[in-house]
């Protein structure tokens, strides 16, 4: 019987062995590792942290020091931080930062602030959808009983400055009461008050330009930013005796004075510049004017500018009696909805459908689109394009018609009966349907991650027709990293499970004992360019191949050489026995399972005479490739290593 591993023990180990906190800059975890970003990474004993009990490994990447540990990780990290100083509002990846270009980063920090309240924001989109569609059927929208409802569905949206505090605080390490605190000034009753009454607002002489934050996202975040940098610098200068009431005592003044006299200049200016410009382009060209306005409508949302055109819509509607510019919005707000829609039916990935599918009806039946936006469409960028492009085309659409509306509603599928009598009712619906419909086949095209890419097409379909990779068989050159003639042979159903858990669907195990080596030095230019996608290959001892993620067996070709497994959680694998193996048709493979088949980590898929395949002069190198690489922001092979079956061989994240 398996020894229980207490991990919170394995975690204060691992500490002590990496050199202590004092040798610690930061620590976060992901689904499998300890994250540690050490400032000398000579004092880490890395034999010993190898050896420590429930320990699979350690890896060194991206300037981290990374401590494997399996699902149990944050036991292991929960150990570390509930003993030292290190962690604090820091229990993900988050944490880290992204790489890459401006717009990238800023994608990824958006979507990762708002990760932890997707469900609920979804679930609040909903509750308002079904609320509007009971008034669409009768229940009034006067009662006690509908504000109430609606109170319950629309709360988090309202107050959305506070959920984001909360999570913009644990990205950013700030203190989090503080930080909810800040949201508190931006949403202070007597504030929105201040801004509701529209006459001058100044601070001992200094003017002070109130707008509304109520639902806002970018001056918070900003905020809590300012926030954390304050708080580290205030930490460090003030003395320990008066350190914790008074960090918090300098920073709200300072920061929320800061936020109301800037953020809101700056908001209000923007927001005065952008409606402007397209109320002058109205005049002279609708369409066009209307194309930019809704083309644009999300992008303003996200920073808030969009509240600087709600008053000249407003005004429109007080003084005219109707107005033409809220009858764009409803086509862009609909097409995220719609994009969404084709993600959740388009992925293969079950956690980016579950989000999905919540967020598409939260915005095209109520027009909550923050769900759709910052859980789906935004991270993987093309679909909320699509979604911008299409609303582009449908805003200029109802423009050019001359689309109106004598009433300001929340633009949503629940809403477009307004337009009913309306002039130019066609034309509303008209551009609402083409941008839904281009959101939709555009993200259904390109906008979802490919579970499988051409090349990779073309070689399944050349395995399903016992085919192998079209290159032609080549002689094994002396120094080959062939299978040596006294491979060590594994008994059929033998397995040294290291790694193996019930529930390994994500992470790859090595599917054969032998020397890990990386794809590019494999004797195949098609598996070394990549093209496949990255993955492992070992140079085998054992004569069994198991399969290194429990799934399904989507091919396996009567040779036996080749096997394609996809997992629950989406990853689809190629395991590929010897190079050019196809052409001894079967000859030193004795396949254990089938198309169809439902596997377990660890289950004999063939066992191969390894050393008879070497003899007649094939390579035998065992690759397993991950052949949707791009659906994973992480594919790390463990290479230049002797692994056993079953060991930790592929540590795979989204």
């Keep these: 019987m398996a020894t229980k591993v207490d991990y919170e023990a394995t975690g204060q180990e691992v500490l002590r062995l990496v050199g202590g906190e004092e040798n610690v800059n930061s620590l976060v975890h992901c689904a499998t590792r300890l994250r540690f970003k050490l400032k000398d990474e000579s004092k880490a004993n890395d034999a010993a942290i190898k050896a420590t009990e429930g320990v699979v490994t350690v890896m060194k990447s991206g300037g981290q020091y990374q401590v494997v540990i399996g699902n149990d990780v944050p036991r292991a990290y929960a150990g570390i931080v509930n003993n030292s100083r290190l962690g604090s509002d820091a229990a993900d990846d988050s944490a880290e930062g992204s790489k890459g270009n401006l717009l990238n980063r800023f994608i990824e920090l958006i979507s990762s602030i708002f990760l932890p309240i997707l469900w609920t924001l979804a679930g609040a989109g909903l509750i308002k959808a079904f609320t509007a569609l009971a008034v669409t059927f009768g229940f009034n929208a006067e009662s006690q009983e509908y504000i109430i409802l609606n109170a319950i569905g629309d709360s988090i949206i309202n107050f959305l400055p506070f959920a984001i505090a909360i999570t913009s605080a644990k990205r950013f390490k700030a203190n989090q009461f503080t930080s909810l605190a800040l949201a508190g000034i931006l949403l202070y009753p007597t504030i929105i008050g201040l801004h509701t009454a529209g006459e001058p607002v100044h601070f001992f002489g200094i003017p002070v330009v109130m707008v509304s934050y109520v639902s806002s996202v970018i001056p918070i975040i900003l905020a809590v930013w300012v926030q954390s940098i304050l708080e580290r610098w205030l930490q460090r200068a003030l003395p320990s005796a008066i350190r914790n009431f008074t960090v918090p005592m300098l920073v709200l003044p300072i920061v929320g004075l800061a936020t109301l006299m800037v953020v809101g200049p700056i908001t209000t200016f923007a927001s005065s510049l952008i409606a402007s410009g397209i109320t002058s382009v109205w005049n002279f060209a609708p369409w066009l004017a209307g194309g930019i306005l809704a083309g644009s409508w999300q992008v303003l949302t996200i920073f808030g500018l969009h509240w600087g055109l709600v008053p000249v819509m407003l005004n429109n509607l007080t003084t005219l009696g109707h107005d033409v510019m809220a009858a764009t919005i409803f086509a862009p707000v609909l097409a995220q909805g719609a994009a969404a829609l084709a993600v959740m039916l388009k992925t293969s990935d079950k956690k980016l459908k579950q989000v999905a599918g919540p967020a598409s009806l939260s915005g095209i039946l109520a027009g909550i689109t923050e769900p759709a936006i910052y859980g789906v469409n935004l991270p993987l960028k093309k679909p909320f394009i699509f979604g911008c492009v299409g609303g582009a085309i449908g805003g200029a659409l109802a423009a050019a018609g001359g689309a109106q509306t004598s009433a300001f509603v929340v633009p949503s599928g629940l809403t477009l009966p307004v337009f009913i009598g309306t002039p130019a009712m066609f034309m509303v619906f008209l551009g609402v349907a083409v941008a839904m419909i281009f959101a939709f086949i555009m993200t259904s095209l390109f906008g979802v991650p490919k579970v499988e890419t051409e090349t990779e097409n073309a070689f399944v379909e050349k395995l399903d027709n016992g085919e192998d990779s079209g290159i032609p068989a080549q002689t094994v050159p002396a120094n080959s990293k062939v299978v040596p003639a006294d491979a060590v042979v594994v008994p059929a159903g033998t397995v040294i499970p290291t790694a193996i858990t019930e529930e390994n669907t994500t992470d790859l195990v090595a599917p054969v004992s032998g020397t890990a080596i990386a794809m590019k030095d494999v004797n195949d230019p098609v598996f070394a360019s990549g ?63 089938g198309k169809g088949d439902t596997v377990r980590a660890g289950q004999p898929l063939v066992d191969v005479d390894f050393p008879a395949v070497a003899a007649e002069g094939y390579d035998t190198s065992v690759l397993t490739i991950v052949t949707n690489t791009g659906n994973f922001s992480v594919v790390e092979p463990r290479v230049d290593e002797k692994l056993n079956v079953g060991d930790l061989a592929v540590i795979i994240e989204r």
Excluded at 558 to 587: C, F, M, N
Aim: glycine letters at 12%.
């Design 531 to 593: 093209a496949m996608g990255k993955g492992i290959v070992i140079v085998p001892t054992s004569n069994q191949v198991v399969a290194p993620i429990s799934g399904k067996i989507v091919t396996a070709l009567d040779s036996g050489h080749a096997y394609g497994i996809r997992s629950e959680t989406g990853v689809e694998l190629l395991v590929h026995v010897g190079i050019d193996t196809v052409q001894l048709e079967g000859k030193h493979f004795t396949r254990h399972v």
